[in-house]
């Protein structure tokens, strides 16, 4: 198993500024609930955690289910990929309005299959990775598109690098540094329990938004029956591995550096009891925190990445089991529980790494639903 972390969180990072055509923006925090094919808008106060829902709901007439929502880093366009019942994807760019609540009407429409996406922090330049498969397998081509800075529409999409045809290995997209200047990629392969992965990046011309040739692996991660999930953050690539089984796991910390050879530490059960249970995690928008799933007390552990005592070390804890959405500006926390029927807010508090209860939201969906947390400024 392996996981995409910042097609959404680490591209949000940086903000750009957007015109529209819309009245001046408020800051807002905001977060985007997708269940089957409506979008509601929340406005989340920062003080007190409580979500209000802003505006009406958008519902896409002919999709089956949303696949995901990525907003601008500035929140003022989202790009909304959707299926209709023959399994055809679409993307829609909306605008959206001072309380980042899309328009009813996109501003443009494309035609999306096999598309996944993520946008440079500057906010001025979308890439698109496009898989086929074929008589000889998957094949990927990655395109770079200028987003128009007053509507959001894509435009003027190039190739910038081909991968494949192979069998059983895919090319996916992961995320930017936090500088923009590398967009991490992935050869992997998830297959009849064999997992292997190898990370490597581009270097980009932030001003053009063109890439240079891959450099290379730059961290290979490889479980034949297990688990293997990373971040890549500015100082660390962090590897939760677990052996067949799923016995226990191990968090490794690896300075981020080109092909590593051995962590410069690991966390096991003998220094925090959480890094022998969690089976994922998710780091803080800062990347100085890790949120650890703990299911052999039921409750998520909140640690501190502590690169010079080399440990992490507990800060907090989350009640529960939830799956985490992680906002942007690192001052709050959805949690979504077990169920899927219920977000609860938390305040999460980087200077001391503990997060407490705010407001919650409850839903209903038949057909899934997704959380994309978001900036507004």
């Known amino acids: 198993m392996y996981r995409y972390p910042t097609l959404v969180h680490i591209s949000c990072l940086a903000l750009s500024v957007f015109a529209t055509a819309s009245s001046l923006h408020a800051e807002h925090n905001v977060f985007y609930l997708t269940t089957g094919s409506t979008i509601t808008t929340y406005n989340v106060d920062a003080t007190t955690g409580i979500p209000t829902q802003a505006g009406t709901p958008v519902t896409i007439a002919g999709a089956q289910f949303i696949s995901n929502v990525i907003p601008t880093p500035n929140d003022h366009v989202i790009y909304v990929f959707w299926s209709n019942t023959s399994n055809s994807y679409s993307l829609w760019v909306y605008d959206t309005n001072g309380s980042g609540v899309p328009a009813s009407t996109p501003v443009q429409k494309l035609s999306a299959q096999g598309w996944s996406m993520i946008i440079h922090p500057n906010g001025k330049f979308a890439y698109v990775m496009k898989t086929t498969s074929g008589s000889q397998g998957y094949s990927e081509t990655l395109y770079l598109y200028d987003i128009n800075q007053q509507t959001g529409a894509l435009s003027n999409g190039t190739v910038q690098a081909k991968y494949g045809p192979d069998y059983y290995y895919e090319e996916s997209l992961v995320s930017f540094n936090k500088s923009g200047t590398r967009l991490y990629d992935l050869w992997g392969v998830s297959f009849d329990h064999e997992n292997n992965y190898y990370y ?19 961290f290979a991660a490889s479980n034949y029956d297990g688990l293997d999930e990373q971040y890549l953050t500015p100082s660390y690539i962090l590897n939760l591995h677990g052996d067949g089984g799923y016995a226990t796991t191990e968090l490794n910390v690896f300075q981020n550096i080109m092909n590593p050879q051995k962590p410069l530490f690991t966390c096991t059960q003998s220094m925090l009891d959480a890094c022998a249970y969690s089976y994922r995690y998710w780091t803080s928008a800062d990347q100085q925190y890790v949120f650890l799933p703990d299911s052999n007390t039921n409750e998520t552990v909140i640690g501190k990445i502590e690169g010079s005592s080399k440990k992490i070390v507990e800060t907090g804890f989350i009640t529960g089991l939830p799956f985490l959405y992680v906002a942007p500006q690192n001052q709050l926390i959805y949690g979504v529980n077990s169920s899927g029927n219920s977000v609860q807010v938390y305040l999460f508090d980087a200077s001391n790494g503990t997060a407490t209860s705010g407001g919650s939201v409850t839903f209903s969906s038949s057909n899934g639903y997704g959380l994309f947390p978001a900036h507004h400024p």
């Open 200 to 218: 490597s990046y581009h270097p980009v011309n932030t001003s053009t938004g063109q890439l240079s040739a891959d450099v290379g692996t730059y």
